[in-house]
């Protein structure tokens, strides 16, 4: 969610109230995924709005994988 103050999803919602208290103007989330089933997720939170650029995909992508790796193990 690049802005929460502008998203439909979040308008009029306690979500919206909670993302502000929260300092939180934008939020990604990424699934945490082992065997096909989803295991968690792997969320960022900024005080700005906020779009992830290709990179910062890649790194989460990355790092929600390996999440899924050490998850697989236990």
Not at 42 to 70: C, F, G, M, N, T
Request: aromatic content about 6%; charged content about 20%.
């Amino acid at each position: 969610m690049e802005d929460v103050v502008t998203s439909t999803i979040f308008r009029g919602t306690p979500a919206l109230t909670m993302m502000l208290k929260a300092d939180a103007r934008s939020c990604y989330s990424t699934p945490i995924v082992v065997g096909g089933n989803i295991k968690g997720m792997i969320s960022v939170h900024r005080k700005v709005p906020w779009k992830p650029s290709p990179d910062e995909l890649v790194q989460i992508d990355r790092y929600s994988s390996e999440a899924a790796a050490v998850l697989a193990q236990s």
